[in-house]
């Protein structure tokens, strides 16, 4: 078996003194986990972690770990690399992606979305909205699609200040008088979309990084 697409490097970890597991997020085979022959000592073409590039991957059979052969053309992260407070938003993704993803399942959707957060990035305003969006993008992928635009009870679109916990749905100030308590108070936050996370976890027996749970709504930095 054989796959090739455009991916982005997620995770890179050392399997031997020479060689690294990798995950790859590919634009059309999702999240491909193989093996990179030499990824640690590599003295040219080093490969690294937040590099976008061309892979290719190969097993002889569909279920073992394959052998990546990877061809990366820059490294998407550079410009950020000394800035600690949006690297944490590049590692909570690649978190993210590499936790919920199943292998081996396209998410082009959601592959564009990350390529377009990490390329808005580095001169961003207002990087936690732009991440917020990002995990909206996320979520919506997973089955979670949150509507933020008319309420579900009664179909307006005005005073919408709640959130359905169960249907991801806003609920205007009128409907959710009875049972206001139950429901998420709007504007939309971090701390509000990682309850879905915790959901989705939780269906998968995983649990949320610590690159996300570690990461909190503030002022934009
Ligand atoms: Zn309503």
Redesign the pocket.
């Known amino acids: 078996m054989k796959l090739e697409s455009i991916g982005i490097l997620i995770s890179l970890r050392p399997f031997s003194e020479r060689d690294a597991v990798a995950h790859i997020f590919t634009r059309d085979h999702g999240v491909v986990a193989g093996m990179m022959r030499g990824a640690i000592v590599a003295k040219t073409n080093k490969p690294l972690v937040g590099q976008i590039g061309n892979a290719t991957w190969g097993a002889r059979l569909d279920s073992a770990l394959g052998i990546f052969h990877w061809d990366a053309e820059r490294n998407l992260i550079a410009p950020i690399m000394m800035n600690f407070e949006r690297i944490k938003f590049v590692n909570c993704v690649f978190d993210l992606v590499k936790t919920l993803l199943p292998e081996r399942e396209s998410y082009s959707a959601l592959f564009d979305a990350t390529i377009k957060f990490m390329m808005d990035l580095p001169k961003s305003n207002s990087p936690f909205d732009d991440y917020l969006l990002w995990e909206m993008t996320l979520l919506r992928e997973l089955g979670f699609a949150l509507d933020l635009t008319k309420?579900s009870?009664?179909g307006?679109d005005e005073n919408l200040n709640y959130l359905s916990p169960k249907t991801g749905r806003a609920?205007?100030a009128?409907?959710a008088e009875p049972y206001k308590n139950r429901l998420f108070r709007l504007p939309l936050t971090l701390d509000i979309t990682i309850k879905f996370l915790e959901k989705i976890c939780d269906e998968l027996g995983a649990k949320v990084p610590n690159s996300r749970t570690t990461l909190t709504h503030k002022k934009n930095s």
Do not use: D, Q, S
Request: net charge neutral; hydrophobic share 10%; proline share 0%.
């Open positions: 309420c009870g009664c307006r609920v205007c009128e409907c």
